[in-house]
DNA sequence: TAGTGGTCTAGACCACGGC
DNA sequence: CCGTGGTCTAGACCACTAG
């Protein structure tokens, strides 16, 4: 026997292919399986529920096991640093701060954050290089009571990128990608045009008890997001 | 006690937060570790590997277990139907088939694919409505061999999108997102001007032995990609 | 080669939620 | 109510790999 929690991964997934699980239809039971396949009910338990985290299967407590009628499979995206994204691509990553300042915080930004109008943040403005090519321009605003040392990060030397997610790992946030014409400022950062259909990120990232950092990130022209499924 | 895999993992993540397990340090092993929090080892097992999967931590057998100097996170972006998209939206989806023919395989989707010229392949353009306004366009290719029926999907009655959901499910594909000026031709299905930056998704997706279909998806200006993390 | 994580087992109890 | 998945346990063996 040997059977492993792949193996019955890999024949579950067989009959959902072949059918002889249809869509919509219920699966049999967890102890069943284990009984048919020659294996104990955890080894299903573990290969199923990693069918039902991929999105082939959805289970609930008493009503059984189904296979999900339209599979919603779901992609990961890596958030690397952007150092590595660029030295990924086999170039050779640089930065350079362009301001670093507190200025008053924008209405929008302290919204996204949530933050009152008084909350001490720090703004800075960064490009990254990639062979000494503009990649991206980041505009970013850090909350300084969630992360006081910001203040003094030596950001000449890390990006501020790195400088956080080394010393401020966050709990969760949002990601939102959208196509945008590169303003005038992304343009002279840039080096393109204005107006050119660009890639903008804008991420906003929330430690255990406050919001961490807001950042919109424009990508120069022919940046691509990839992802696996 | 009563501790489940869920209370470790939240003590784990505590100790990694707190930095009482500094970035890049090697932490107790799991045995050590049950012992110390009176639970199996399985169960300490379940915690550290869920954190690891997250990014956390980095396993290694005889190497132990070590917190990710500087974690990578991973969002999952789930990839829905594109009227469940719409209708998430709170809005009416609808569809139209712009044409469906058998042209000739042009070599950029043949190498997509891996396919030769001669591959049947049936092309199918379509537009997608949100309450009766244009939300993207659709030029799709579909491998015959690997789905025959496809030939008479009644896509006047359900979309090119959903058929294939429902009737190919598949192995694995790659995604690609970028922002890109909009085609004379995109312009005038999405009621844009040309050149407008608009967000295109790149999909081609593969079943167990064969490709299965090539689809450039233009979205109209506005489009967002949202990620949780 | 020894230590670590990866996995399987057999059994048990529990929580949820259709019925 | 009671069947189902969710989880814990104690023990065991295995696979990998750093030292």
Chains 1, 2 share one sequence.
Not at 90 to 101: E, K, L, M, P
């Amino acid at each position: 026997m040997a059977l492993g929690w792949q193996d019955v991964q890999a024949e579950a997934l067989r009959r959902i292919r072949s059918r002889e699980w249809a869509p919509g239809e219920q699966i049999p039971n967890e102890a069943d399986l284990a009984r048919e396949l020659g294996c104990a009910r955890a080894t299903v338990n573990r290969a199923l529920r990693a069918l039902a985290e991929a999105g082939w299967l959805e289970r609930r407590r008493r009503a059984g096991t189904r296979v999900a009628p339209a599979p919603l499979r779901r992609a990961q995206v890596a958030i690397p640093l952007i150092r590595k994204e660029i030295e990924n691509r086999g170039q050779t990553a640089s930065h350079a701060v362009i301001d670093r300042n507190r200025p008053p915080l924008p209405p929008p930004i302290r919204a996204a954050l949530g933050l009152p109008a008084t909350a001490p943040v720090e703004r800075v403005r960064t490009l990254y290089l990639a062979d000494g090519r503009p990649f991206a321009c980041e505009d970013r605003w850090v909350h300084l009571a969630a992360v006081p040392d910001f203040a003094d990060a030596p950001l000449d030397r890390i990006d501020p990128n790195e400088w956080l997610v080394r010393n401020a790992p966050f709990d969760h946030g949002t990601l939102d990608y959208c196509a945008a014409p590169a303003t005038a400022e992304d343009a002279r950062h840039l080096s393109c045009e204005t107006g050119a259909a660009i890639m903008v990120l804008t991420r906003t990232t929330f430690g255990p008890a406050a919001p961490v950092t807001h950042v919109r990130l424009a990508y120069a022209p022919g940046y691509h997001l990839r992802l696996e499924i």
